[in-house]
């Protein structure tokens, strides 16, 4: 990985009043996978189309190369996008899907003959050149998009919302299979997503994007156990949330005040003082359920009465209420033994580790 | 759908269509009477009358004129048919329908406007005089010049509403792909817009090329005497001259021009009828 292949510099779009990409300022860099993940509506789309040339900012520059990409139109730009949709040409075979992009940059014919084969073997398509675009499965068509944008081995490849198309288990061999091309490939990929595992399977890196704002960039690993923000724990599957004060700080270690509960023990990354109103996010698979009220090891043990208990296979779900206005979901693997199951209503300790929820500054 | 449903339909193309198209067919073979009636004979000398050069002049102007109008409705069409497919929702329905508000009014009439626009003293000289463009007034109406403007005018609607309906079904993004796949605008309108709505194309140049070969009413009224077209020579047998048979026998030649034409470029175009 090296240097910043693409830069946004303070870009601004606007649709009419509200603004799509609002101040947005990223650097991605050269052979890496980043992924922008955010809900429908965040700008995410908008600020693919911003890279494929597609739209033009309003405001602040997009780089790419080292070029400044404001008077560059989309079929020179050295960017190739896989559609949401995929967008195959329907009229043209496989093999005239994937050669179109070398036929119009004069490729010679036995370069593209030979370049086309081995597009189509990275995406296990060899064979399957003369069918059209609707013989083909769903799983096959997003192929053939990938192969038709990878073979130009362009300086980026763009990806919207790439499996978005395919069911459950045929989008989870993709994820596998299309960081795996990547890394074969070494090109850098720009994929935007509204899912999550997703993002977080694939990337080197992620962006959490909202309301046209890069509220996180950073490994899955930082956003996912060190969410910058509410929306960002939220938004990358954390639902469990306590607000309250703090009551001390020793060391990484702090104490928090919440009405109606114990003081809980957290480890803090700075920027907080006595008094300042801080939230805990937990995620739901790091609690532990026991009968017991005692801490056994762990720093924090809250009393919680089970509110709702979801038979979820290889996993139960519970639903904890720990006081008037705080309601947590706790996952509990399925391990087939007795004293891990609870029924309704029956008052359970909830217990974490200090090291385990991230402290958000409100 | 029930097959019995077909039977209305079916009685009445077989009572008024085919009928009189096969009674026309006889009438072709036969010859006229003194006094304009039908002599029943079965002769080809119809048919052999129209190898005359005279004839065929009139049959090649018939195809040049309704090929250039063709031409014209599609080079003229294509980029309105584009706007309208393009634009939002319901601007949509306004331009669809100030393409069809002509059709509200009498074709008859229509044609007549033209005249008026058209003629020495008419709009079209008024404004270029009036506007200094020209001292002495353009000559265009009784011209083929006149009789193209009249036709691609009446014919234009129906090249329109086809390529709209096939523009309107043209997926954005696979234009847009084709765009980022270095494309320029010249090669996604030849490789990936003009392929995809060619159904669109073949169907509007059949909607204005066939009507267009048998018009009578346009040449009629905005042509001078030596723009006259098959339709015209029809009318003139049925209805001047009194010579139903060799009328009827222009006319089967006129529908024979049509259907070989219509065969042949659909072959070109690669569709199976």
């Known amino acids: 990985m090296g240097g910043p292949i693409v830069e946004l510099r303070d870009v601004v779009k606007a649709y009419g009043v509200t603004r799509a990409v609002d101040h947005l300022s990223l650097e991605i860099r050269q052979g890496e996978f980043f992924s922008i993940l955010g809900p429908s509506g965040s700008g995410k789309t908008t600020l693919l189309r911003l890279l494929a040339g597609f739209e033009r900012p309003d405001r602040g520059e997009v780089w790419i190369e080292g070029r400044l990409m404001q008077e560059v139109p989309p079929n020179l730009r050295p960017v190739n996008l896989v559609f949401q949709h995929y967008a195959l040409f329907p009229h043209l075979t496989v093999f005239g899907n994937v050669a179109f992009g070398l036929e119009m940059r004069g490729v010679s014919r036995h370069e593209i003959v030979s370049r086309v084969a081995a597009a189509l073997e990275m995406v296990r398509l060899t064979g399957k050149q003369e069918r059209t675009p609707t013989q083909l499965s769903g799983g096959e068509q997003q192929r053939v998009a990938l192969a038709r944008a990878l073979v130009n081995r362009p300086a980026v490849v763009l990806l919207d919302e790439p499996l978005g198309a395919l069911d459950q288990q045929l989008r989870q061999e993709m994820q596998v299979e299309l960081k795996g091309i990547q890394e074969r490939v070494g090109l850098t990929f720009i994929c935007v997503t509204h899912h999550q595992g997703e993002a977080l399977t694939m990337s080197d890196r992620v962006a959490v994007m909202d309301q046209g704002r890069a509220l996180q960039v950073g490994s899955p690993r930082e956003v996912y156990d060190r969410p910058a923000s509410t929306f960002v724990a939220n938004f990358i599957g954390i639902s469990n949330f306590l607000t309250g004060s703090v009551d001390s700080v020793h060391g990484a270690r702090c104490t928090i005040r919440v009405p109606n509960l114990p003081e809980i023990v957290a480890r803090h990354r700075g920027g907080i003082g006595e008094g300042g109103r801080v939230s805990l996010a937990l995620r739901p698979e790091r609690l532990h359920l026991s009968r017991e009220a005692d801490l056994n090891g762990f720093d924090n043990a809250v009393p919680a009465r089970v509110a709702k208990a979801i038979y979820g296979g290889h996993e139960m779900q519970y639903q904890l209420r720990l006081s008037d206005d705080v309601l947590w979901t706790a996952r509990v693997p399925n391990d087939g033994t007795v004293e891990r199951r609870f029924a309704l209503d029956e008052t359970v300790f909830v217990r974490w580790n200090a090291d385990e929820g991230a402290i958000l500054v409100e | ?273």
């Open chain 2, 1 to 273: 759908m029930p097959d019995w449903l077909l039977a209305p339909t079916l009685l009445w193309m077989g009572v008024f269509f085919f009928a009189p198209l096969f009674l026309m067919l006889i009438i072709s073979f036969a010859s006229r009477g003194t006094y304009g009636g039908i002599e029943w004979t079965l002769s080809f000398a119809n048919y052999r009358a129209l190898a005359d050069t005279l004839y065929l002049q009139i049959y090649f102007r018939s195809l040049v004129f309704a090929t250039i109008t063709t031409a014209l409705c599609l080079l003229l069409g294509f980029p309105l048919a584009y706007h309208i497919a393009r634009a939002p929702a319901r601007w949509q329905g306004v331009w669809l329908i100030l393409v069809m508000i002509p059709f509200w009014t009498n074709f008859l009439v229509r044609t007549y406007a033209w005249i008026f626009i058209l003629r020495t003293e008419g709009l079209l000289n008024t404004v270029v005089m009036g506007l200094g463009l020209r001292q002495d007034p353009i000559e265009i109406l009784y011209t083929d010049a006149a009789v193209l403007i009249g036709l691609v005018y009446g014919y234009l609607p129906f090249m329109v509403l086809p390529l709209y309906a096939a523009i309107e079904r043209l997926d954005v993004s696979v234009v847009e792909a084709a765009w980022d796949l270095y494309a320029s605008g010249w090669s996604v309108f030849w490789r990936v817009v003009l392929p995809l709505v060619k159904p669109g194309v073949i169907a509007g140049c059949l909607l204005v090329f066939i009507p267009s070969l048998g018009a009578f009413i346009t040449p009629d009224l905005l042509g001078g005497a030596r723009s006259m077209m098959v339709g015209n020579l029809i009318q003139h047998e049925y209805l001047v001259i009194r010579d139903w048979p060799f009328g009827s026998a222009v006319a089967f030649v006129l529908m024979g021009m049509v259907m070989l034409g219509v065969v042949g470029y659909l072959k070109l175009s690669g569709r199976k009828m």
